[in-house]
């Protein structure tokens, strides 16, 4: 397989930024890359500086001595060409246009202006990512565009029309313990499109998780044969923006393109066999599972650990995201009676804990039960916090242990945490908060995935769970 376009562009061994200053946007493109630890050389380009963050400024690309890889240009639209022919004569291989102003103004001009832009840009076998974007996060290779992106590495790519859409999923993701192989920001998509980035993830051996967040699609037949193509082989999320009559508008003055029917997206997207989503959350959620859990492929689902209304809500909620919490297996019952269970014939599923008679040891046996049983597809298991006790009682090594189904089970295991302390004073409440926050990480630790609430969970399954059913055998 030749190796792609993309892939030739983003392993720079020397960066300039256009545009660079000690402050602004311009400057921000250069701290995120020391923040991160670019090993490469970084040249700040700005004809008003000697010095960019303690290194020397050039006035023009041209002017740097040694050859340059990769251009962030942050300089005015104005200015373009003059910096397009300097990248031409040192042989750039790739430019990221935050500069903005382009077709996207509506503008005839502008929109010219961008075509020459590209017509330059090709003469010369310069690439170009943009314009009116954000650009590259690549974590391994120590490239970012905003500081406080993480530094992991993972196995999710992310390809986006809106760099700020790109730095809430990356943020959003990161809290909850999903990394990333590479994200890119494309904004106008004048030369690079949302079919590159497709086909670039779907034959990325680093990424196993393929997220998009499209607000158009310049060639909507291309676009549908590398999505149907990325899904047969690889999970792929889609969320769409521009999908009432006010989005269209803002997605024309936002990256000039064109938004198309919402039914025509949707009906795309499913036919292709990927992953269609509705805002960023369940973006998120879904990515979530797909990061940390097996394929989820059946919609039993077994739900343990909630208490009384907490379980008839769950229940609820599952059904109605379109799993199936069957009947506990009689098995199951049989076994719990044969341990001596008192609550053999009063549990099931979903299984309240709350009547275990403050015998802790036998939600976790149930657990361990359901989590083994062939009748079920996933487990849901809600998890705990201390509830009232104070630090000098609780045990948390001990309360983890309950919840350790480390080679317990291959099934797909869904964590629900959501605990929160009521009426505890100042000092017991900050005690609770660290004893939260050790929780969740535990969680991440074992490789769990995490949700607030039994309701986001399950939908969340259950678009995964549509997937692998769609997903050629």
Not at 80 to 91: A, G, S, T, Y
Not at 270 to 292: C, H, M
Not at 323 to 340: S, T, Y
Request: proline letters at 5%; glycine letters at 10%.
């Amino acid at each position: 397989m030749s190796v792609h376009p993309i892939e030739e562009i983003i392993h720079p061994r020397t960066i300039a930024v256009a545009g660079a200053s000690d402050s602004g946007r311009g400057g921000g493109f250069v701290s995120p890359l020391l923040e991160l630890g670019f090993k490469g050389a970084i040249y700040p380009v700005n004809p008003k500086y000697d010095t960019v963050s303690g290194f020397k400024a050039y006035a023009r690309i041209r002017d740097i001595p040694g050859p340059v890889d990769y251009v962030i240009s942050s300089i005015p639209a104005t200015h373009i060409l003059e910096l397009i022919d300097d990248c031409v004569e040192k042989k750039v291989k790739g430019v990221h246009l935050f500069t903005a102003r382009f077709s996207e103004t509506g503008r005839k001009d502008a929109a010219e202006l961008e075509r020459e832009v590209l017509r330059r840009a090709r003469a010369g076998n310069v690439r170009l990512i943009g314009p009116n974007c954000m650009g590259l996060y690549y974590p391994e290779e120590r490239i970012a565009f905003n500081e406080g992106m993480p530094r992991e590495t993972g196995t999710v790519g992310l390809a986006s029309q809106s760099g700020q859409v790109v730095g809430e999923i990356v943020g959003f993701a990161g809290q909850r313990g999903v990394r990333f192989s590479k994200a890119f920001s494309y904004g106008n998509a004048l030369d690079f499109n949302e079919c590159d980035y497709l086909e670039y993830f779907t034959q990325d051996p680093k990424t196993d998780v393929i997220l998009m967040y499209i607000e158009g699609a310049r060639d909507g037949q291309r676009f549908a044969k590398a999505l149907k193509e990325a899904a047969a082989v690889k999970p792929v999320v889609i969320l769409k923006g521009g999908r009432g009559s006010a989005g269209t508008r803002a997605t024309a003055s936002h990256t000039a393109s064109l938004a198309g029917s919402l039914k025509i997206w949707e009906s795309t997207v499913r036919q292709a066999g990927a992953i269609y989503v509705t805002d960023i959350e369940e973006l998120v959620d879904v990515a979530v599972s797909l990061n940390f859990a097996p394929p989820i492929t059946g919609r039993n689902a077994a739900v343990a650990g909630g208490s009384g209304g907490s379980s008839v809500q769950a229940a609820d909620q599952c059904e109605e995201a379109g799993l199936r919490v069957i009947p506990l297996p009689q098995d199951i019952r049989d076994e719990l009676k044969a341990q001596g269970s008192p609550i053999w014939d009063w549990i099931g599923n979903p299984a309240d804990f709350s009547i275990a008679m403050g015998d802790e040891t036998i939600g976790t046996v149930l657990m361990r039960m359901m989590a083994q049983h062939p009748a079920f597809d996933l487990l849901i298991m809600f998890v705990h916090g201390p509830w009232r006790r104070t630090g000098r009682e609780f045990d948390l090594d001990k309360h983890m242990e309950s919840y350790n189904l480390s080679g317990v089970t291959r099934k797909p295991v869904i964590a629900v945490y959501a605990d929160r302390p009521r009426s505890l004073d100042e000092k017991e409440a900050a005690w609770y908060q660290n004893i939260s926050n050790q929780i969740e990480e535990r969680l991440l630790a074992a490789g769990l995935p995490v949700y607030p609430n039994v309701g986001r969970a399950a939908r969340a399954a259950s678009r995964i769970v549509g997937y692998y059913e769609r997903r050629p055998q």
